[in-house]
C-alpha cells in the first residue's frame, strides 16, 4: 500500500443537456363582457306633434287585450288589530306597535319558566355527579382488582426458549 500516490475515483461522464427554444408567453388578454341595451317603449307612446299616427299599428294595440291587473292585498292599519295597541312617539308622527298585555305576560312567563328550569337541572346534574362519582370509582377499583392484568403474562408471547 503506497500512501504516495492519491486515490482513484470512479467517475460518470454525463451527456450535454438538449437546448430547448425559451418559450414565448403571451400577454393574457380579457373579454369584457358587453351587451346591447333592450330599448322598451312605454305603453302610451304617442307621436310627436306634427307626425300622423300609422293606423295599421293602433288597431293592432287596440286588438290585444290588456290583462287585468291583479289588486295588491293591503294589510289592515295597526289600530284595528285587537291584539296589537300603537304607541306614538312624542315628537314625531312615528307609531309602534306594543303587543297587548296578554301576549306579554305569557312570553315573560315562558322565558322565565325555560331559564329556571334549565338552572335546576344544572344545579342537580352537578350535584348528582359529585353524589355518584365516589360510588363509581368505587365500583370501578373492585371490577379492575378482581381481573388479573393480561398486559404483562409472557404467556401471550409464546414459549420460552431455554
Do not use: C
Not at 141 to 149: A, C, E, R, V
Amino acid at each position: 500500500m503506497d500512501l504516495g500516490e492519491p486515490p482513484v475515483f470512479p467517475s460518470i461522464t454525463l451527456p450535454e443537456p438538449l437546448q430547448l427554444p425559451v418559450p414565448v408567453l403571451e400577454v393574457p388578454r380579457a373579454d369584457l363582457p358587453s351587451y346591447t341595451p333592450l330599448v322598451v317603449p312605454p305603453s302610451d307612446l304617442r307621436p310627436p306633434p306634427g307626425i300622423e299616427a300609422k293606423p295599421a299599428r293602433e288597431q293592432s294595440e287596440q286588438a290585444q287585450p290588456k290583462p287585468a291587473a291583479i289588486p295588491t292585498p293591503t294589510p289592515p292599519p295597526m289600530s284595528q288589530i285587537p291584539e296589537v295597541q300603537t304607541f306614538e312617539i312624542p315628537g314625531t308622527d312615528v307609531e309602534l306597535p306594543v303587543p297587548s298585555g296578554e301576549v306579554l305576560v305569557t312570553a315573560a312567563t315562558t322565558a322565565f319558566v325555560s331559564v329556571a328550569a334549565t338552572l335546576t337541572a344544572t344545579s342537580l346534574f352537578k350535584h348528582l355527579v359529585n353524589l355518584f362519582k365516589p360510588v363509581f370509582k368505587q365500583s370501578w377499583n373492585k371490577i379492575t382488582k378482581g381481573k388479573p392484568d393480561l398486559s404483562n403474562s409472557s404467556s401471550s408471547a409464546g414459549p420460552l426458549d431455554s
